[in-house]
C-alpha cells in the first residue's frame, strides 16, 4: 500500500523551529521528486521546497534561507527544517512524491500537517 505519512507539527512561536517529517512507504523514494507544499483556507496549495531524485534542491523565495528540505533515500523519508519561522508560515505542510504526476499516475500525497506560528 502507497503512503506518505508526514509528522512533526505543531505550535512553535515565532522566531522558533520545526522539523517535518514524510514517511513513505509502499514505493522507493529515491526515483521520485519529493516535495513539500503547504496551504491556508482560501487560498491555493503553494509549492515550498522540493528535492529532485538527482538530490537538486529548491526553494520558494519566501522561505529561501529559513528552510531546509533533505532526504534520506536509505530511510525513504524526507524532512523539511523550518527555522526562523514567522506567523505567515502557519499552514498545513503537505507532502508529494512526483514520478509522473504531469501524465497522472505515480503522483502521491500526505494527509497533511498542521504548523501554527504563534505568540
Known amino acids: 500500500q502507497v503512503q506518505l505519512v508526514e509528522s512533526g507539527g505543531g505550535l512553535v512561536q515565532p522566531g522558533g523551529s520545526l522539523r517535518l517529517s514524510c514517511a513513505a512507504s509502499g514505493f522507493a523514494i529515491n526515483s521520485y521528486a519529493m516535495r513539500w507544499y503547504r496551504q491556508v483556507p482560501g487560498k491555493e496549495r503553494e509549492l515550498v521546497a522540493s528535492?529532485?531524485?538527482?538530490?537538486?534542491?529548491n526553494y520558494a523565495d519566501s522561505v529561501k534561507g529559513r528552510f531546509i528540505i533533505s532526504r534520506v533515500n536509505a530511510k525513504n523519508t524526507v524532512y523539511l527544517q523550518m527555522n526562523s519561522l514567522k506567523p505567515e508560515d502557519t499552514a498545513v505542510y503537505y507532502c508529494n512524491a512526483d514520478r509522473s504526476c504531469a501524465l497522472g499516475y505515480a503522483c502521491y500525497w500526505g494527509q497533511g500537517t498542521q504548523v501554527t506560528v504563534s505568540s
Open positions: 528535492s529532485s531524485s538527482g538530490l537538486r534542491m
